[in-house]
C-alpha cells in the first residue's frame, strides 16, 4: 500500500461547479496534513494547511479524519484558474525525525 | 527575491557525464530537501538536510551525492548518468524538522539525460 493515495483524475468540471479530492495516507502516527497545488512545468505551491477541526479558505475547504486516515479538499465555485493538480501532503515520523510525504496528485481541469 | 533558488532550470546531457545542480535558500531555514518528480508526476523525496547535516537518504543510488556547505545552501552532484536520471528535481527547504512547518520549493531543474 503506498504511503499516500489519490486518485490522479483528471476530474474534468464545469466552471462554476463544486469538486472534492480526497486522499489516504497509511501512517497512522503522521502529525501534520497539506495541500499543494502543482501547475503544468512549475513547482509545488501551499494551497493549505489542514487542521483536526477542518478549516477554510474561501473557496476550499480541508478536512481531516484521523480515525479513518484520510484528508479532503472541497473546491466551491470552480474557476478556469483552478485548474492545476493538487498534490495532497503529509508529514509522517521517520527513524527520529519527520518526512514529507507526497501523493501522485490529482489532476482538475474546470471547462468553461 | 526568489525564496528558493536552483540553477540550472534545464540540464541536457549525455549519459555517463557528472553534472551538479545548485540550491540556496534566503529564507532562513535549518532544512532543505532534494526530490525528483519523475515522468509519471511522482513527488519523492531523496535527501533531506538540518542544519548541514545529511537526515534523510531514501535509498537513492550512490551516484548521487548531496553536499551542504552552510545551511542554505544543498547541491545535488550527479556521477555516470543515466537515462533513468532523466526528471526534474526539485529543491525545497523549510523552517527546521517540527512537524506543521510549511515546505517551500524552487522552480525546478529539468534534466534529460541522452
Known amino acids: 500500500r503506498k504511503e499516500v493515495e489519490q486518485d490522479p483524475g483528471p476530474f474534468n468540471v464545469p466552471e462554476g461547479a463544486t469538486v472534492a479530492f480526497n486522499c489516504t495516507y497509511s501512517?497512522?502516527?503522521?502529525?501534520?496534513f497539506f495541500w499543494y497545488r502543482q501547475d503544468c512545468r512549475k513547482e509545488p505551491k501551499l494551497l493549505m494547511s489542514?487542521?483536526?477541526s477542518g478549516n477554510e479558505d474561501g473557496r476550499f475547504t480541508a478536512q481531516l479524519n484521523r480515525a479513518s486516515q484520510y484528508i479532503s479538499l472541497l473546491i466551491r465555485d470552480s474557476k478556469l484558474s483552478d485548474s492545476a493538480t493538487y498534490l495532497c501532503?503529509?508529514?509522517?515520523?521517520?527513524?527520529?525525525?519527520?518526512?514529507?510525504?507526497f501523493g501522485t496528485g490529482t489532476r482538475l481541469k474546470v471547462l468553461a | 527575491d526568489t525564496a528558493v533558488s536552483q540553477t540550472p532550470k534545464y540540464l541536457v546531457t549525455q549519459m555517463g557525464n557528472d553534472k551538479s545542480i545548485k540550491c540556496e535558500q534566503n529564507?532562513?531555514?535549518?532544512?532543505m530537501y532534494w526530490y525528483k518528480q519523475d515522468s509519471k508526476k511522482f513527488l519523492k523525496i531523496m535527501f533531506s538536510?538540518?542544519?548541514?547535516?545529511?537526515?534523510i537518504n531514501e535509498t537513492v543510488p550512490n551516484r548521487f551525492s548531496p553536499k551542504s556547505p552552510d545551511k542554505a545552501h544543498l547541491n545535488l552532484h550527479i556521477n555516470s548518468l543515466e537515462l533513468g536520471d532523466s526528471a526534474v528535481y526539485f529543491c525545497?527547504?523549510?523552517?527546521?524538522?517540527?512537524?506543521?512547518?510549511?515546505?517551500?520549493f524552487g522552480e525546478g531543474s529539468w534534466l534529460t539525460v541522452v
Open positions: 525545497a527547504s523549510s523552517p527546521g524538522l517540527l512537524s506543521g512547518n510549511t515546505i517551500y
Open positions: 501512517n497512522s502516527a503522521s502529525q501534520s
Open positions: 489542514v487542521y483536526s
Open positions: 501532503v503529509v508529514n509522517s515520523p521517520t527513524s527520529g525525525t519527520y518526512k514529507y510525504i
Open positions: 529564507l532562513g531555514h535549518d532544512t
Open positions: 538536510y538540518n542544519n548541514k547535516e545529511l537526515i
